[in-house]
Nanobody
Framework: QVQLVESGGGLVQAGGSLRLSCAASGSIFSYNVMAWYRQAPGRQRELVATATIGGSTHYAAFVTGRFTISRDNARNTVYLQMDSLEPEDTAVYYC????????WGKGTLVTVSS
């Protein structure tokens, strides 16, 4: 079964940027929609952004205009470019198809200080 490994998180000041990566152990070509999710402390996991195999993208309202999702099917990797970060973006970020159908990875922690 395909396993997912997220990386690229860290501590950043408000207004800063980070680029997250999600490396899959197998092909993501068979998953039409890949997505990034996040879970903040004490809150449920929520959908952040999706990217279809054809290149269409969709974003949650709270990140529209600030985050950019992309996927490299040849490298089995999904990216999330995060700009203009806000303290409210502090969370553990995960990738998975949409709807989720693979085991969740450990995620990567993003902490935004004010």
């Amino acid at each position: 079964q395909v396993q997912l490994v997220e990386s690229g998180g860290g501590l950043v000041q408000a207004g800063g940027s980070l680029r997250l990566s999600c490396a899959a152990s197998g092909s993501i070509f068979s998953y039409n929609v890949m997505a990034w999710y996040r879970q903040a402390p004490g809150r449920q996991r929520e959908l952040v952004a999706t990217a279809t195999i054809g290149g269409s993208t969709h974003y949650a309202a709270f990140v529209t205009g600030r985050f950019t999702i992309s996927r490299d099917n040849a490298r089995n990797t999904v990216y999330l470019q995060m700009d203009s970060l806000e303290p409210e973006d502090t969370a553990v970020y995960y990738c998975n198809p949409s709807p989720p159908m693979l085991p969740w990875g450990k995620g990567t922690l993003v902490t935004v200080s004010s």
